[in-house]
Structure formats: C-alpha cells, structure tokens
C-alpha cells in the first residue's frame, strides 16, 4: 500500500495541530480557578451613627504610657516587677548595683559618731577627775609663793647691806614675781576648769556634728535613688530589663520598665486634621476591636488634645496616608472592656446633622 505523503503533511499536520490547540483550551478551562462569592471571615466596621466620622484609636492607659529610666548608669541588682503585675505608688520596681555607696554611708555614720562624740566631751567639761590635780598645781604654786617672799624677807631683814649682794636681792625679788605668776597662771587654769567648755567651741562642734549628719543624709537619699520605685498606682506593661544588665541614665526607644494606671484604659483617637472642624466635645462615640467588629463598646468624652500632631498610629492598609496631621481625642473604655494597652480599635464618632 503506498501512502501518499504530500496529503499527509498537507492536510494531517494542521488537523494534529488544531487537535492539540483544542486539547489546550480545555486544560486550561479545566484548570482555571472558580470564582466563589463568600463572606469576609471578618465582617467590617460598620457605621453606628447617621452622621459619623471614623477613626483609629490606641488604647492606652489614663496615666499614659510611663517609661521608667535609672538616675545613674549602672548594673542592675535586683528587678522586683513582672509585666502583668499591679504595684502601688512608691514600690520598688528594681535596685541598682549600690555597694560604693553602702560602704561611703558606713563611713559617714562613723564621722557624724565621732562628732557627736566630741560635743557630748565638750557638754560635759569638766570631768570630776580633773579638778583635784588643777587644785593641787595651784596649791603648789602658791607654796613655792610662800617660800620664795620667806627668802625675799629674811634676806631683806639683814641690816647690813655691806652682807648682802646686790644682785642675790635682786634674784630673790624675781624669784617672789615669777612664783607669783605661776600662782595666777595656777588659779586660771582652774577657774577655766570649772568654768567648762567655751560655748563657742560648743557651737563648732555643733556645726560639724550636723554637717556629718547632712553629708550621711544626703549620701542616704542618693542611696535611696538607687531603688527606682513606681511613681503611680498602676499596672507594669513591659519589662525590658534583667539583674546584671547595664541600665544607663539616657533617653531610649525601649524603657526598661513600662508602666500606666491600672484600668479602666483610655483610647486615643486619631481624626484627620481637615475632618476636625466637624467634632464637637463631649460627642458620643462607639468603638470596637479590630478583627471584632460585632461587638462594641461605649466611650466617655474625657478631653481632646489642642495640638494637631503627624499621624503616628499606623494600620496598615495600603490606601491609607501617612504624610497628614491629626486631631487626637481621649475616650474612656468600659471598665470591663478585653483590652491590652496598645491595641489598636476602630472608633465612630457622632456628628451633628446640622453641622458642615
């Protein structure tokens, strides 16, 4: 049999192609995903008022945010806080590494002894023991007094001057002065004796009893700087510190403690800047969870910051604009409300009809 192979690549070849292109287009039909109508697995936020406008808010709480910071740099004893815990005003939150300052403060409680010391020997001048032997000196004085006017006067009975030298009378009269002074000196010192310590000398150990005192004080409240304690009722939201960390005293993106009053929590709600003119305060307003648009919750107008800030709070949708300034209001959450610092709820607030 003999095949005819001008008709077979003239008529077979397109007819195996246009069998292929067929095959093709029904692959790819085949293949082509189908088109489903369904629901969002999270409905939208809805509106909640006639007249309305929307908003992101941040909740936060109503002590702001508080970064906690260290006076000093320096090692990190101890941290006494966890996030999640609720600490009172004046808790200690962590202490710093404080032995230099422990050791400085012994020596300062020895000075402020050692000059108390010195004012209470001065406040009891003069000791009982001390007045017998300065009576004594002074009697002895006046012995060698005694004796020395008993020479002057025997040598001065003698009525023949030719027997007498001039200069043994002349040293005999030197010898009753200075016997004399020794017994003024004598009395003197004994009378200052009784007299006790000078008050002016009371009054220096006075100052420099509480000099000691001021430099142990003030070496105590630096020593107290070294525990940081909360500065409000609260609840610790973050801690970002461990023992044997250096804590360094400088401003930081990450606090080492954060912190903020315990519920109920505040929201702060961003409103564009040219949708501003349309608020009025105290207007109501309902706010929800994002990814929970079904239930809401109630706000309470607490104030609206006078000052139009660039836009910080960030939700991510890509027709979103970043490049503008917001009017920043605070609303207060239920009491109850299941939320964390931080989170981010979609906001409605009510606007008047008759307003632009």
Do not use: C, H
Not at 44 to 53: C, E
Not at 146 to 156: M, T
Not at 274 to 298: C, E, H, M, N, T
């Amino acid at each position: 049999m003999r095949v005819n192979f001008g008709l077979l690549l003239k008529y077979g070849l397109p007819a195996l192609g246009a069998a292929g292109l067929t095959l093709a287009i029904l692959v790819v039909q085949a293949m082509r995903p189908e088109q489903v109508q369904a629901d969002p697995v999270v409905p939208p936020p809805a509106s909640a008022f006639p007249q309305q406008l929307a908003g992101v808010g941040m909740v936060e709480t109503a002590s702001e945010d508080i970064a906690i910071g260290v006076p000093v740099t320096a090692l990190v004893a101890e941290v006494y806080v966890r996030p999640g815990d609720r600490v009172r005003q004046g808790q200690p939150l962590l202490r710093l590494d404080d032995r230099d300052l422990r050791a400085e403060l012994a020596l300062r409680e020895a000075g402020v002894q050692l000059a108390a010391a010195r004012l209470e020997r001065l406040r009891q001048a003069p000791r009982a023991e001390e007045i017998p032997p300065a009576e004594a000196r002074m009697a002895q004085a006046r012995a060698e007094l005694a004796d020395a006017e008993s020479q002057l006067r025997r040598i001065e009975a003698v009525t023949d001057r030719r027997a007498v030298r001039a200069e043994d009378l002349e040293r005999r009269k030197w010898a009753v002065e200075a016997a004399r002074a020794r017994v003024q000196e004598a009395e003197a010192t004994l009378a200052l004796l009784r007299a006790g310590a000078w008050q002016q000398d009371i009054r220096v150990a006075e100052a420099e009893l509480e000099q000691a005192r001021r430099q142990r004080d003030r070496l105590v409240a630096e020593l107290d700087r070294f525990t940081v304690r909360a500065p409000v009722s609260g609840i610790i939201l973050r801690v970002k510190v461990r023992p044997g960390e250096l804590a360094v005293a400088a401003p930081s993106p990450e606090p080492l403690i954060l912190m903020g009053a315990a519920p109920p929590y505040y929201v702060r709600v961003d409103v564009d800047e040219k949708d501003s003119v349309r608020l009025r305060p105290g207007a109501r307003a309902v706010a929800s969870i994002r990814g929970d648009a079904r239930r809401r919750f109630p706000l309470r107008f607490v104030r609206i910051e006078p000052y139009v800030t660039p836009k910080r709070n960030l939700t991510g949708e890509t027709t979103e604009r970043t490049d503008t300034r917001v009017l920043q209001i605070l609303y207060a959450l239920p009491a109850d409300a299941p939320v964390f610092p931080g989170q981010q709820m979609d906001v409605f607030i009510e606007v008047q009809e008759d307003q632009p």
